[in-house]
């Protein structure tokens, strides 16, 4: 299973919005509704932010949204904050059972 | 609270094993897949397996089938992983991590992580 493809870096300045696409196969991203994406701060572990594609989880800023379209799942981030800057991953469940992540998404505020 | 607390890292030998484990509090243990993630240094996030509630469904990512095992024990509330045959390539940060609500879905709690370390 090939890792589904991120942009490796996305940067924008304080309060701007932005947005990462994470681009599968009809196997993965575009064939089922269980994208999810994970915020991940050096040295820390990994954390859920979006899940089934639009959904946040309880206590996630209402910042951070997903979507979907075809093969390709995006994150956006509206109204950039600094404690934004972190690695963004993306993930998949795929027709074989199992999950595939993206390639990850490097944040970065002016 | 909820919590994921992984144990069982070190330095071993390529071709030696290592059992992994990851102990689970604060939420029905039983009721929910559990999966094991890697991240090799400096790299990003590759998923490895996924255990059923139950123990009966056990899926693998490619590179490590026929070398690792994952299994649970729900009476400990314990999820472990048997890492043999290891690789130089295995060498990574290891975290389990809870299903939000099915085998395959979405990870919504994360344990620390314990290092692998695979080096002559």
């Known amino acids: 299973q090939s890792a589904l493809t991120q942009p490796a870096s996305v940067s924008g300045s304080p309060g701007q919005s932005i947005t990462i696409s994470c681009t599968g196969t009809?196997?993965?991203?575009?064939?089922?509704?269980?994208v999810s994406w994970y915020q991940q701060h050096p040295g820390k572990a990994p954390k859920l932010m979006i899940y089934?594609?639009?959904n946040r989880p309880s206590g996630v800023s209402t910042r951070f949204s997903g979507s979907k379209s075809g093969n390709t799942a995006s994150l956006t981030i509206s109204g950039l904050q600094a404690e934004d800057e972190a690695d963004y991953y993306c993930s998949s469940y795929t027709d074989s059972n199992t999950s595939v992540f993206g390639t990850g998404t490097k944040v970065t505020v002016l | 609270q909820v919590q994921l607390v992984e144990s069982g890292g070190g330095v071993v030998q390529p071709g030696r094993s290592l059992r992994l484990s990851c102990a689970a509090s604060g939420f029905s243990f039983s009721s929910y897949g559990m999966h094991w993630v890697r991240q090799a240094p400096g790299k990003g996030l590759e998923w490895v397996a996924v255990v059923s509630y139950d123990g009966s469904n056990k899926y693998f990512e490619d590179s490590v089938k026929g070398r690792f095992a994952i299994s649970r024990d729900n009476s400990r509330n314990t999820l472990y992983l048997q890492l043999n045959n290891l690789r130089v390539e295995d060498t990574a940060v290891y975290y389990c991590?809870?299903?939000?609500?099915?085998?395959?879905?979405?990870?919504?709690?994360w344990g620390q992580g314990t290092m692998v370390t695979v080096s002559s």
């Open positions: 089934d594609v639009a």
């Open positions: 991590a809870k299903d939000t609500r099915g085998l395959v879905t979405a990870f919504d709690v």
């Open positions: 009809t196997s993965d991203v575009g064939g089922y509704n269980y």
